[in-house]
Nanobody, 118 residues
Framework: QVQLVESGGGLVQAGGSLRLSCAASGRTWNIYEMGWFRQAPGKEREFIASITWLRRTTNLAESVKGRFTISRDNAQNTGFLQMNRLNPEDTAVYYC???????????WGQGTQVTVSL
């Protein structure tokens, strides 16, 4: 099992930035990949970004490319999502998730609210 705790959400004005963190504990040595997802009210959860834990291979959704950056600190077992040039359409609950090799995302954090105002 892996436990994930997100932090860093909040209220920000359009054009501003936030940095989300996802602290992992438990079987962290087995983490293959960490991902970030978001869910806005009335919408389905959507993929935002992912990073492989060892090679740091990243993948970003088209909607956030050029604005968001994903990274991780293995020593602290923590992943990060740097979000720049935020706009109201980025308002959502953001979740981090992790998976083992060959498995789907099985471990999820509790989510952190990001609200972008005009």
């Amino acid at each position: 099992q892996v436990q994930l705790v997100e932090s860093g959400g909040g209220l920000v004005q359009a054009g501003g930035s936030l940095r989300l963190s996802c602290a992992a504990s438990g079987r962290t040595w087995n983490i293959y990949e960490m991902g970030w997802f978001r869910q806005a009210p009335g919408k389905e959860r959507e993929f935002i970004a992912s990073i492989t834990w060892l090679r740091r291979t990243t993948n970003l959704a088209e909607s956030v490319k050029g604005r968001f950056t994903i990274s991780r600190d293995n020593a602290q077992n923590t992943g990060f999502l740097q979000m720049n040039r935020l706009n109201p359409e980025d308002t959502a609950v953001y979740y981090c998730a992790s998976k083992f090799f060959g498995r789907p995302y099985e471990f999820w954090g509790q989510g952190t609210q990001v609200t972008v105002s005009l």
